[in-house]
């Protein structure tokens, strides 16, 4: 029986059924930079605690498993889903395992930070796997579940590496975009094969903000990179359009009328400026941008090649392998795209959006709120299969939600890969700590 029918059988029903039933336990930008700014002599932060990542990271994971349920029966079925689903599974597994709780501090950071490149795997075979379904919704919510999970592996790592990167501090808004446009200038310009634009930065004086500086600089890339890449066509364009006339008069008539129009609108200009609740930046540029650009889409490079094949090539229905340079490759890649640059602006509270027209050019605005109480952005109820309510899911529905799951992504030529639910529920006299040990001798 494969790997994964292995898993599905051996974990506790009840157990599983819980955490799909369970809520999460939402951070903040305070509670991040309460874990960040531990000194070591003081007690470890609760969000950062072995035991509370065992408790949570389960809970999120199912979450995702959740999502994944709403599909249809044939979508589960397909190669790529069932081993999304069956990664989960497996690390659920692994994050239940009764010794992982007293493991040395400098083990678990490293299973956390495998967890985290599995993690950006998986969302990226999600979306090779969703993004025909046209479910913009269903998309939104994987990625809004998805990056909590990575902020909160990232801030358990963070806190014991000591990585400045990694840390909720106080940043100037105008450093973190300088480096940003000189980092999409220098992409745009090595895979285009031309200089990229200029971009002229306008700040107001004196402005800070509390926030995680790789994410900003992150935001604002993904941002840049799309304004400059709709730019260098717009320009590509113009020029195809003036070698492809014979005429002298025109040449010298579109000259004349470019000068005449020289104006700050011609060019790229990111303004910031800030107020007492808000830092606001607005990313103005003569092109309009790309409306494939601002859809949900698959990881790729300026040129629009998809990027991460690495990934799918490792992506096999009987076994879960991990390959250390595919991880790192994937964790990069993940939140490429303007969309996932959307979702980490709204999971704090702020905002990302565009204004794009044909003959206007187009403005992208992006707000980020100063409040760090701020509770992440969560899916109310990450599953579109159950009534739009506020009441809390019950363990029996969950139980019938999981076993219906289980069942869909089950190996077709084996076995039935789960068992169903029996009152006197027999299956759950397996220990865990020997399902575990069953499960990860085989993987």
């Not at 709403?70 to 081993?83: A, E, K, N, V």
């Not at 790229?268 to 790309?290: E, H, K, M, V, W």
């Not at 068992?419 to 399902?435: F, G, M, N, T």
């Amino acid at each position: 029986m494969p790997l994964q029918s292995q898993i599905i059988n051996v974990l506790p029903r009840r157990l599983l059924a819980s955490l799909w039933a369970s809520q999460e336990t939402r951070l903040s930008v305070h509670k991040i930079l309460a874990a960040c700014a531990l000194h070591p002599q003081q007690q470890q932060p609760s969000v950062t605690t072995q035991s509370f990542l065992c408790d949570e990271l389960p809970i999120r994971y199912s979450h995702m498993l959740r999502l994944l349920s709403t599909l249809s029966p044939d979508q589960l079925q397909t190669p790529m889903i069932r081993h999304v689903a069956h990664r989960y599974l497996h690390d659920m597994c692994t994050l239940l395992h009764p010794s992982l709780r007293s493991t040395s501090d400098r083990a678990f950071n490293d299973l956390i930070r495998k967890l985290r490149q599995r993690q950006a795997a998986s969302l990226i075979r999600m979306r090779y796997a969703l993004v025909h379904t046209k479910n913009n919704a269903l998309m939104e919510h994987i990625n809004t579940v998805g990056l909590g999970i990575q902020f909160l592996t990232a801030t358990a790592t963070a806190t014991a590496a000591a990585a400045a990167e990694g840390r909720v501090q106080t940043v100037k808004p105008a450093e973190i975009a300088m480096q940003a446009v000189q980092d999409a200038r220098q992409v745009c310009a090595s895979c285009l094969g031309r200089d990229a634009p200029t971009i002229s930065i306008q700040e107001q004086p004196n402005l800070s903000l509390t926030f995680m500086p790789h994410v900003l600089h992150r935001m604002l890339f993904e941002s840049t990179m799309i304004t400059l890449r709709a730019r260098m066509l717009q320009q590509q364009y113009e020029q195809q359009q003036h070698h492809s006339s014979n005429s002298p008069w025109k040449a010298l008539f579109d000259r004349a009328f470019q000068r005449r129009n020289n104006s700050p609108l011609d060019s790229i200009q990111l303004d910031i400026f800030g107020g007492p609740t808000s830092i606001g930046f607005r990313l103005q540029s003569p092109a309009p941008l790309l409306p494939s650009d601002l859809k949900h889409d698959i990881p790729r490079d300026p040129l629009g090649i998809p990027s991460c094949p690495s990934v799918l090539s490792r992506t096999e229905s009987t076994t879960l392998r991990d390959d250390l340079d595919m991880l790192e490759d994937a964790e990069w890649h993940v939140w490429s795209g303007w969309r996932a640059a959307k979702t980490m602006a709204s999971h704090w509270g702020g905002n990302l959006d565009v204004v794009s027209m044909d003959g206007l050019g187009s403005t992208m605005y992006l707000a980020l709120d100063r409040d760090t109480s701020l509770l992440e952005r969560y899916p109310s109820r990450p599953a579109a299969a159950i009534a739009s309510t506020a009441a809390p899911l019950t363990l029996a529905a969950a139980e019938d939600q999981l076993n219906a799951f289980l069942g869909a992504i089950a190996d077709p030529s084996h076995q039935p890969a789960f068992i169903p639910a029996r009152k006197d529920e027999i299956y759950h006299s397996v220990s865990l700590s020997a399902a575990v040990a069953a499960a990860v001798g085989h993987a």
